[in-house]
Antibody, heavy 116, light 108 residues
């Protein structure tokens, strides 16, 4: 059974950093495209970043230069390093298996709150 | 960036009635369109991809149609578990996937 479990969210001050993790089971992270999608409180969904099986990475303009997606193959885990955080980054962050843009499997999400 | 616009923002429907949700793309996305259902406190759930193909385990009362810039999600006879927020998403403009702002289906 495919399972995705995010962790690492919490309260951080503006300008701070946080690293999110997404532990996967039932499939191999490095063999799949993996994305992060976020949802601000009471708002819609926003795609954030993707890492392809070959290692290429892409980002939404809103996070480019501040966020870094990566993976640890032996731990079968996906990461999102978030630097220079802003209030507008406050959201629930989901990891998902990205099947050429179709998100069949999602984690339960982890909440990031950026506030002083 | 392709902008996805959903209408209406809120749809009030009685159980057993039909619900029709619309999604418009700012430019053609061919049939590269998915629909998701999200309930409070839960992750989104894939309903439809390829504009009209139901995902695994999705009941037949959910159907999708359209291509290009105009798409529709129809729920033929609303069940209590169908009251939720529905999002459309384009995956034609690689890799910048974008979602609509959502339609909330509420009990009338």
């Amino acid at each position: 059974e495919v399972q995705l479990v995010e962790s690492g969210g919490g309260l951080v001050q503006p300008g701070g950093s946080l690293r999110l993790s997404c532990a996967a089971s039932g499939f191999t992270v490095s063999s799949n495209y993996m994305s992060w999608v976020r949802q601000a409180p009471g708002k819609g969904l926003e795609w954030v970043s993707v890492i392809y099986s070959g290692g290429s990475t892409y980002y939404a303009d809103s996070v480019k230069g501040r966020f870094t997606i990566s993976r640890h193959n032996s731990k079968n885990t996906l990461y999102l390093q978030m630097n220079s955080l802003r209030a507008e980054d406050t959201a629930v962050y989901y990891c998902a298996i990205d099947s050429n843009g179709i998100f069949q499997h999602w984690g339960q999400g982890t909440l990031v709150t950026v506030s002083s | 960036e392709i902008v996805m616009t959903q209408s209406p923002a809120t749809l009030s429907v009685s159980p057993g009635e039909r619900a029709t949700l619309s999604c418009r793309a700012s430019q053609s996305v061919s049939s590269n369109l998915a629909w998701y259902q999200q309930k409070p406190g839960q992750a989104p759930r894939l309903l439809i991809y390829g504009a009209s193909t139901r995902a695994t385990g999705i009941p037949a009362r959910f159907s999708g149609s359209g291509s290009g810039t105009e798409f529709t999600l129809t729920i033929s006879s609303l069940q209590s578990e169908d009251f939720a927020v529905y999002y459309c998403q384009q995956y034609n403009n690689w890799p910048l996937w974008t979602f609509g702002q959502g339609t909330k289906v509420e009990i009338k």
